[in-house]
């Protein structure tokens, strides 16, 4: 059997995030050029961002929210206590991780915006 292309495409992957407070994983979807299509279309539907794409002041948490349901499908190695078990992911729990550590917040959203930017650049973006 040989390569399909159509199914070598990755539809999610890990990504490590190390902060101060320590390390964790996400699990981001893939994202295309039409995830970022509809994902903006909703967030400028919901007043969220700007008609620049900026996000509306006051509406950064609501907004990470949204990233957080789009884009991130779980996470692994989060614990309340050192010697406490993983906790389940919630979307609202890492928008608590995200407006801490502006280094989990900057790592988490320009690798999304990266993934769907490289389609774009590579000629498979929205015309």
Request: charged share 25%.
């Given at each position: ?88 992911y ?30 774009v ?7």
């Amino acid at each position: 059997m040989g390569l399909i292309l159509e199914d070598a495409q990755p539809q999610q992957r890990w990504l490590k995030v190390v902060i101060p407070a320590g390390e964790f994983e996400v699990l981001l979807k893939h994202v295309t050029p039409e995830d970022g299509e509809k994902f903006s279309r909703r967030m400028a539907h919901l007043g969220l961002v700007k008609q620049n794409g900026e996000p509306t002041p006051g509406k950064n948490a609501d907004y990470l929210l949204e990233v957080a349901k789009a884009y991130v499908l779980d996470w692994r190695g989060v614990r309340e206590t050192h010697d406490g078990p993983e906790i389940p992911y919630k979307p609202e729990a890492l928008v608590g991780v995200m407006r801490q550590s502006i280094a989990a917040l900057t790592l988490i959203t320009e690798t999304i915006m990266r993934e769907e930017a490289f389609f774009v650049r590579n000629g498979d973006g929205p015309s």
